[in-house]
């Protein structure tokens, strides 16, 4: 563990610097007073792209390598043509970075209010490949345009690849109390691509003889994510998957306002990104309404990446208690943030610290 954080900020657009504000000041609040944490902010995002056209130059990517971790707000607006930033800017992050583990737990707080009936038990990590399957821009338009287009977008998959992503999966699973690991994926209709990540998790689980595995097809991993959620424990899937079942978990376990992910290079060899899965949020920017839970939570994701364990779960553990003591009134984006600056310090090591 480092005693010193160079983190680059990105607070992107909308609600994202609104955010990430609240995500510095509880990150302040928990690390250890001898840690020093410098922060760079960079500007990107839709506000750069109107300025200057600019979404991701390498002089910034190459800047950006140089940080131990970035935060990202959110960036997006609907004055920027679809793709041009997640192509751009978040897809070239995470080709360029090579985070081929993109990690979203979903945990249900009590307190927090679910769509499901009951009182369902609901602790899982989606382990979701980041850099392959049909997010790799291969595939082609013919005759586009005309009513004989032909449009194809070919899902990449490498023994490689899926080896990795598989391995981290196993071995988070392994770390587990309960060391399950579920495969998702569609190997009765996608027979090559389900192969590989079929054999391949089949091969890599000799060596974890601990985990308990299953497969599910993704079709069925639905069904079960809202009626029997309390079987997941870890799940890994590829990148199309994991992005449709990460936000029905989202959704089942109380909503965008607390959903955080990690996209992770596992090896540190560049940079890991933490962000909120949810976007800019333009329709509520500069309001105040803003829950900035799920920038929080990944800063949590953040200090756990890092090596700061017993801080990531202060963190953790200061959300929970004020998910469980929202009473339904309507606090601002700040009141939160400071609400979880409150709880954090009241439990760091020795006592609340002076101001
Ligand atoms: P993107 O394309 O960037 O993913 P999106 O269209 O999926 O964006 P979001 O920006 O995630 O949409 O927001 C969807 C809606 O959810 C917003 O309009 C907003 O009202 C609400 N919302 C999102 N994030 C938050 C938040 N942190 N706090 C409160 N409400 C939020
Ligand atoms: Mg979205």
């Given at each position: 563990?480092?005693?010193?954080?160079?983190?680059?900020?990105?607070?992107?657009?909308?609600?994202?610097?609104?955010?990430?504000?609240?995500?510095?000041?509880?990150?302040?609040?928990?690390?250890?007073?001898?840690?020093?944490?410098?922060?760079?902010?960079?500007?990107?995002?839709?506000?750069?792209?109107?300025?200057?056209?600019?979404?991701?130059?390498?002089?910034?990517?190459?800047?950006?390598?140089?940080?131990?971790?970035?935060?990202?707000?959110?960036?997006?607006?609907?004055?920027?043509?679809?793709?041009?930033?997640?192509?751009?800017?978040?897809?070239?992050?995470?080709?360029?970075?090579?985070?081929?583990?993109?990690?979203?737990?979903?945990?249900?707080?009590?307190?927090?209010?679910?769509?499901l009936?009951?009182?369902p038990?609901?602790?899982?990590?989606?382990?979701?490949?980041?850099?392959?399957?049909?997010?790799?821009?291969?595939?082609?338009?013919?005759?586009?345009?005309?009513?004989?287009?032909?449009?194809?977008?070919?899902?990449?998959?490498?023994?490689?690849?899926?080896?990795?992503?598989?391995?981290?999966?196993?071995?988070?699973?392994?770390?587990?109390?309960?060391?399950?690991?579920t495969?998702v994926?569609k190997?009765?209709?996608?027979?090559?691509?389900?192969?590989?990540?079929?054999?391949?998790?089949?091969?890599?689980?000799?060596?974890?003889?601990?985990?308990?595995?299953?497969?599910l097809h993704v079709d069925a991993a639905t069904i079960f994510f809202v009626t029997q959620p309390?079987r997941f424990?870890?799940?890994?899937?590829?990148?199309?998957?994991?992005?449709i079942l990460?936000?029905l978990a989202?959704?089942v376990?109380?909503?965008?306002?607390?959903?955080?992910?990690?996209?992770?290079?596992?090896?540190?060899?560049?940079?890991?990104?933490?962000?909120?899965?949810?976007?800019?949020?333009?329709?509520?920017?500069?309001?105040?309404?803003?829950?900035?839970?799920?920038?929080?939570?990944?800063?949590?994701?953040?200090?756990?990446?890092?090596?700061?364990?017993?801080?990531?779960?202060?963190?953790?553990?200061?959300?929970?208690?004020?998910?469980?003591?929202?009473?339904?009134?309507?606090?601002?984006?700040?009141?939160?943030?400071?609400?979880?600056?409150?709880?954090?310090?009241?439990?760091?090591?020795?006592?609340?610290?002076?101001?």
């Amino acid at each position: 563990m480092s005693r010193s954080i160079r983190l680059a900020v990105i607070p992107g657009d909308g609600i994202g610097p609104e955010v990430v504000a609240q995500g510095l000041k509880v990150l302040g609040a928990a690390l250890p007073s001898d840690v020093r944490l410098t922060t760079t902010e960079y500007d990107l995002g839709a506000r750069r792209w109107h300025a200057t056209g600019e979404t991701l130059p390498d002089a910034e990517l190459a800047s950006l390598a140089g940080h131990d971790a970035i935060l990202l707000g959110a960036v997006g607006d609907p004055s920027v043509p679809s793709g041009v930033l997640e192509r751009g800017l978040l897809l070239k992050l995470r080709f360029a970075f090579d985070h081929y583990v993109n990690l979203r737990p979903a945990r249900l707080l009590p307190g927090t209010a679910t769509p499901l009936a009951g009182d369902p038990r609901i602790d899982f990590v989606v382990v979701r490949e980041g850099t392959e399957g049909p997010y790799t821009g291969n595939g082609g338009s013919l005759r586009t345009g005309t009513p004989a287009e032909v449009a194809t977008e070919v899902s990449v998959n490498t023994a490689y690849g899926v080896e990795r992503v598989v391995r981290d999966a196993y071995e988070r699973a392994q770390a587990r109390p309960r060391k399950k690991l579920t495969l998702v994926h569609k190997n009765n209709v996608l027979v090559h691509a389900g192969h590989l990540w079929k054999n391949v998790f089949d091969a890599v689980g000799r060596e974890y003889p601990e985990v308990t595995t299953d497969y599910l097809h993704v079709d069925a991993a639905t069904i079960f994510f809202v009626t029997q959620p309390e079987r997941f424990d870890v799940i890994v899937t590829d990148n199309l998957f994991g992005d449709i079942l990460t936000d029905l978990a989202a959704a089942v376990t109380g909503g965008i306002g607390l959903a955080a992910s990690g996209n992770i290079n596992p090896a540190g060899t560049y940079p890991s990104m933490f962000e909120p899965v949810h976007g800019s949020a333009p329709d509520i920017a500069g309001s105040g309404k803003a829950d900035p839970t799920a920038t929080v939570l990944s800063v949590a994701l953040l200090l756990r990446h890092l090596g700061y364990e017993a801080q990531a779960a202060r963190v953790e553990d200061a959300v929970a208690a004020d998910v469980a003591a929202r009473d339904g009134s309507v606090r601002s984006t700040d009141e939160v943030g400071d609400a979880l600056v409150a709880r954090v310090t009241a439990t760091a090591p020795g006592g609340p610290v002076p101001a």
